[in-house]
């Protein structure tokens, strides 16, 4: 089974401030982590993905993230948020557990991040 | 951009009737999803779809709920009797190469069932 857990529903910071969205994920194989996107009225979008190469991940519009085995966890970070960055992001996991396909994602609850002038 | 077109936005229905939403995924893609997401609840996974017929489906994708590609483009939804529970935003999705986890999502569809 896997599952993810985001800390914080909310999440404000100020432009120009780092940005620091946390995940922990909880899988039984080896999984493929990822970020999603969905600013208003749009879908989600990919932001960036993790599987098993680079442990630290680079993604669009200058976001990254890092895999922490020993930690479980794949926190997304921005050096200095914009003012376009204010949207609701996804961590989401999937992994080949009993055959399922890593298009099968679970997805945590979602972050809202905004940003202050 | 190509882009994963779904119709109808909104649709409000009544209880215990049907409703088909729609999907236009991208066109060179070969595999498709629908998702949906309960008002406050995470977005979870529903069915999988690839070569004409599911690949993958949840516990919530009972008897009620089917899908199909009935043309070269479209991908549907059916819900045969909707339940005030059905009330949800549905994405639809779709992925180029398989076990990618790289899916092109749509802006969804919100059900409301009264």
């Known amino acids: 089974a896997q599952s993810v857990t985001q800390l914080g529903s909310h999440v404000s910071v100020s432009e120009g401030a780092l940005v620091l969205l946390r995940c922990n994920y909880s899988?039984?194989?080896?999984?493929?982590l990822f970020w999603y996107v969905q600013y208003p009225n749009q879908g989600l979008q990919l932001l960036l993905k993790?599987?098993?190469?680079?442990?630290l991940v680079k993604g669009i519009n200058g976001f990254e993230a890092e895999f922490k085995k020993s930690e479980t966890s794949f926190h997304l970070t921005k050096p200095s948020a914009h003012m376009r960055d204010a949207a609701e992001y996804f961590c989401?996991?999937?992994?080949?557990?009993?055959?399922?396909?890593?298009?099968?994602?679970?997805f945590g609850q979602g972050t809202i991040l905004t940003v202050h002038p | 951009e190509p882009e994963v077109t779904q119709t109808p936005s909104h649709q409000v229905t009544q209880m215990g009737q049907e409703v088909i939403l729609r999907c236009v995924p991208i066109?060179?893609?070969?595999?498709f999803y629908w998702y949906r997401q309960i008002l406050g609840q995470k977005v979870e996974f529903l069915v999988s779809?690839?070569?004409?017929?599911?690949?993958?489906k949840s516990e919530i994708f009972d008897d009620q709920f089917s899908v199909e590609r009935p043309d070269g483009s479209n991908f549907t939804l059916k819900i045969r009797s909707t339940k005030l529970e059905d009330s949800a935003m549905y994405f639809c999705?779709?992925?180029?190469?398989?076990?990618?986890?790289?899916?092109?999502f749509g802006e969804g569809s919100r059900l409301t069932v009264l």
């Open positions: 999705a779709s992925e180029r190469y398989p076990d990618t986890g790289e899916l092109f």
């Open positions: 066109s060179n893609h070969l595999y």
């Open positions: 989401a996991v999937s992994g080949n557990a009993g055959g399922t396909s890593y298009g099968k994602l679970t």
């Open positions: 779809f690839y070569n004409n017929e599911i690949s993958e």
């Open positions: 899988s039984s194989v080896p999984p493929y």
């Open positions: 993790y599987t098993s190469a680079a442990t």
